[in-house]
Nanobody, 126 residues
Framework: VQLQASGGGLVQTGGFLRLSCAPS????????MAWFRQAPGKEREFVAA????????HYAESVKGRFSISRDRAKNTQYLQMNTLKPEDTAAYYC????????????????????WGQGTLVTVSS
């Protein structure tokens, strides 16, 4: 099973991008889908997550009010709408999925997710 992520690119400060992520098979039913990012020389960090069944969302403080996570259940696809982008948002963005139920405190831990996408690069120029 793979996650297919897309939508990265080069954008100017203040611009926007929308990332997409979908499992390669519809047989995979997610419990939680999330986005993490990793900038050069830095550790991977949590960006946002959504509980698939309820649609409840969680965001890192650094992206609250600017990023929005959503899903299309018919397409089994998750989206990350990124607005008002800043140079510090530059990173490789990874989508992740777990079929296990997670409590809130573990949503932010990359080790809790079994499946990962290949990463899509977002570059924000100043």
């Amino acid at each position: 099973v793979q996650l297919q992520a897309s939508g990265g690119g080069l954008v100017q400060t203040g611009g926007f991008l929308r990332l997409s992520c979908a499992p390669s098979t519809r047989a995979l039913s997610p419990s939680v889908m999330a986005w993490f990012r990793q900038a050069p020389g830095k550790e991977r960090e949590f960006v946002a997550a959504m509980r698939w069944s309820s649609g409840s969302t969680h965001y890192a403080e650094s992206v609250k009010g600017r990023f929005s996570i959503s899903r299309d259940r018919a397409k089994n696809t998750q989206y990350l709408q990124m607005n008002t982008l800043k140079p510090e948002d530059t990173a490789a963005y990874y989508c992740a999925l777990t079929r296990r139920g997670l409590i809130v405190s573990t949503l932010y831990n990359s080790g809790e997710y079994e499946y990962w996408g290949q990463g899509t690069l977002v570059t924000v120029s100043s």
